[in-house]
């Protein structure tokens, strides 16, 4: 997948702009737009060449505050009204418009068919999504108000990173708070979600949980949840 441009002469490796620099990095989709050339960079985001192959413009890193959090565009368009639609491995479908933050969209739904776990109260649901025994899966967690689902995953700096957290095997809805969620993991501690954001991570830091001792192996187990 790695580019290559002709110059009537020869093909070259396109070495240009991209996150890991060098050659063998993967483009997805190609498009023009207003004199301009979209490149579809898997894990790299998307970025828009002018005429001399100059970078224009370039998106990167969805919500500014959390580094790391890449875009991982598969194609990207430019309607009418200049706003860009990406569709994303990750984040499903995405937009942005005139360099304002990021806006993503899911079906009224939860974001996978995994499910380990559920809690209800008032009509409030959450979803686990399971992991480990039952499979990997980097699928956040689910929640619902009666309304419309909310699909949470990727990085929440500093809380917790949720794009590295395998196993979300349990919730618990607080019966005097419905916005307020428990969510045991398999290797992170336990996790407190408010209005679906995670604001609160449980360690043995800060708690009386404590991580396995094996050598090499330190995780911190949570599984069942009571209140």
Do not use: C, H
């Amino acid at each position: 997948d790695t580019m290559f441009v002709y110059n009537n002469l020869s093909w070259n490796y396109f070495g240009t702009w991209n996150y890991f620099g060098g050659n063998g990095y993967v483009v997805n989709s190609l498009k023009s737009f207003n004199n301009q050339l979209m490149v579809a960079f898997d894990n790299g985001g998307l970025v828009m060449y002018d005429t001399s192959l100059a970078v224009a413009a370039s998106y990167s890193s969805y919500f500014f505050q959390y580094s790391g959090d890449y875009v991982r565009t598969k194609q990207a368009v430019i309607d009418n009204g200049n706003t860009i639609w990406i569709a994303d491995n990750q984040y499903g479908l995405t937009s942005i418009k005139n360099g304002n933050n990021y806006e993503y969209r899911y079906p009224n739904g939860p974001g996978s068919p995994n499910v380990a776990a559920m809690s209800l109260a008032n009509n409030y649901l959450s979803v686990a999504p399971g992991g480990g025994g039952n499979g990997y899966y980097l699928d956040g967690a689910y929640f619902y108000d009666g309304n419309t689902w909310k699909d949470t995953k990727g990085n929440y700096s500093p809380i917790v990173n949720l794009d590295t957290i395998y196993a979300i095997n349990n919730v618990l809805v607080d019966p005097l708070n419905y916005n307020k969620v428990y969510v045991a993991t398999g290797y992170a501690g336990l996790l407190e979600f408010n209005n679906g954001i995670p604001t609160k991570q449980y360690s043995q830091g800060n708690s009386s949980l404590q991580p396995l001792t094996v050598p090499g192996y330190t995780p911190i187990w949570t599984s069942g949840l009571a209140m």
